[in-house]
């Protein structure tokens, strides 16, 4: 198979996960038995102590069909749907902040979100394959169990727990970090980023701790069975150092299945960092959806699975098509 | 020398050498490694103490108010009460038990669907094939998250806690079937499964007998995994609140802590407790499941 066979058939993945995820996201409001316009007309109609005349409803009613894109038959709502997501990338105004437009309160949020997530990812994932190769590559040394031990200990533990014990320990018992962060609106100005990076150090090393575990633990098992490999006995006998070995021999070849699987991870890792992002109040695309959720603030939230979806599903797409620069054997064919 | 399989205790079984008679406990033996024997205590202790203890609480803790509130800890209240007046340590038994439920509850149905996809993924083969994979991918690479958050902004409040495991069911199969699917491809190419279908063993013959054992590992391990996924998943969905959250669970308990401040008030109890509960019922799970994965790669001789 060719390279580019390869991105063809990785494009048309990525195309049909789209798809497929946009029409789940489409489907499912619809199949519930609750209408989110009889919840707006029922807010509204509580505002206004009930004065509302059946006239004024039925209006708007009509109103909000056209405004949520409720109106016509199922098929209709759903080419609309796709035209105004894929085309426009239009999901209409906020409820609870009208007239804010949803699409601009996501591109607000998605910075947040994408600087936090990457950060966290890259360091996590550097690290914890670190520790992984020196626990594989020395897995018969006594030491090398106690880098194990740090995996095994930190893998189980899920986002939650995590996120909370962190803010236990380093804000509440230790009190280094704020116990709410605030984040500068506004101008970015130099006191502000070093503001922003000083209330988002919670949320990182909440979810570096939690991605460590596993990239710890995977690479431990890749790196103790590359260290049986022939070609890494042949360098030994070849006279190649300690290091070089472990280095070039054992991580170059180990390296490759953890990129595989760090994109097969990657919605995981971004559940996590919602979750995160949720319990620390930081101003990105999960605390938006939180808000939404406890609202019913309908159009928000399709509004940020939409974008969630794609965000994944690219990220997923870009790690896949850097692969062959890294695996030798797929760019020469 | 035999060993009596029932009261002999897992850590006992590896430090005593097999016997040369067959018996059933040393047949087992090649099965337990500390690992293992650690994570299976940890279940033991936590499964039979809140499946037994619940038998004997004083009072429902779900029900607010039925002590007084912010009690500090004390004979009469081990764990003492929280800010809605429940008492903390009766709470956190059942949740527990409703967890582990879930777990069990999800993980059963999970593994009966992966199972049922992926087999027949990988031996129908061809177009039908491909698309099942299409889409098994598709629910691999969509973030769960927000799709349980969409779906609990919508039936917030008029679900019960069952409706909240099927949910989980229908988008937490997908690993599993690529599972079964890879396991089933290599199956398909075996000599032993071609020497039995030769020897005039039917379908269903070589489904049982050759391929079931050999699955079975799998299966479990797969299956630990699952009941870990779930409880993780509804725990985060309670805790920020989408979930039945007056069902006591591991992530209810949090919610309320949170939402009540527990650690402005100082309410170490509260909060620390389902900590350390889930953190212990978790590495017991995953110890478990490696455990169970290490004692099975070395029987077939490739740890």
Known sequence: MGVIAFVAKR????????????????????????????????????????????????????????????????FTQYLSYLKRVVIDFDFGPSFTYYPAEVSTMITTALPWTLGLLLTATIIAWLLGNMVGLVAGYFHKKRAASILEFVGILLYPIPYYIMAVTVLLLLAYIFPIFPLSPTFPVGEITWPKVGMIIYNSLLPAITLVLAGFGWNILSMKALAVATTEEPYVVYARLKGASNWTRMTRYVFRNALLPQVTALALSLGMIFNGALLTEIIFSYPG???????????????????????????????????????????????HK | MS????????????????????????????????????????????????????????????????????????????????????????????????????????????????????????????????????????FITIPLLPILIILGALIRGNTSFFTVGVIIIIFGW???????????????????????????????????????PYVSA??????????????????????????????????????????????????????????????????????????????????????
């Open chain 2, 218 to 303: 799998y299966i479990l391990v797969g299956f630990i995994n699952t009941v870990l996924f779930a409880i993780n998943t509804e725990a985060t969905l309670a805790v920020i609140g989408l979930s039945k959250v007056e069902v006591p669970t591991l992530g209810s308990i949090i919610f309320w802590a949170l939402s009540y401040n527990a650690l402005f008030t100082g309410q170490y109890p509260w909060i620390v407790a389902p900590i350390v509960a889930t953190v212990t019922l978790f590495l017991g799970l995953f110890l478990t499941s490696t455990g169970f994965n290490q004692a099975f790669a070395a029987k077939r001789g490739v740890s």
């Open chain 1, 285 to 331: 695309i999960g605390l938006i959806m939180r808000t939404a959720a406890t609202g019913g603030d309908y159009n928000v939230l399709y509004g940020a699975i939409t974008l969630s979806i794609l965000a994944v599903a690219t990220a997923g797409l870009v790690i896949d098509l850097i692969y062959p620069l890294l695996d030798p054997r797929i760019r």
């Open chain 1, 11 to 74: 494009f048309g993945l990525y195309l049909a996960v789209l798809f497929i995820g946009l029409t789940i996201t489409f489907m499912l409001p619809r199949l519930m038995p609750i209408n989110p316009v009889d919840g707006y007309i029922g807010q509204i109609q509580s505002r206004a102590n009930g004065t509302l005349t059946p006239e004024a409803i039925e209006e708007m009613r009509a109103n909000l069909e056209v405004l949520y894109g409720l109106k016509g038959d199922i």
């Open chain 2, 3 to 138: 060993i009596d399989s029932k009261n002999a205790d897992p850590v006992a079984l590896v430090i005593t050498p097999a016997g040369t008679e067959p018996s059933f406990a040393s047949g087992l033996v090649w099965l337990v490694n500390p690992r293992l024997a650690l994570g299976l205590i940890i279940l033991a202790v936590m499964g039979l103490g809140s499946f037994l203890l619940p038998i004997f609480a004083p009072a429902d803790p779900s029900i607010q108010a039925t002590y007084m509130r912010n009690l500090p800890m004390s004979g009469a209240h081990w764990l003492g009460t929280n800010a809605l007046g429940q008492d903390i340590f009766w709470f956190l038994v059942f949740a527990v038990r409703n967890s582990l439920q879930l777990g069990i509850l999800v993980a059963v149905g999970v593994t009966i669907v992966a199972t049922i996809v992926g087999l027949s993924a990988g031996y129908i083969g061809g177009t039908f094939e491909r698309l099942v994979m299409l889409i098994v991918d598709t």
């Open chain 2, 174 to 212: 997908a690993w599993d079937a690529r599972t079964v699917r890879s396991m089933a491809l290599s199956l398909r190419e075996r000599e032993f499964i071609n020497m039995a279908r030769f020897s005039g063993a039917n379908t269903v013959d070589v489904l049982v007998r050759e391929i079931f």
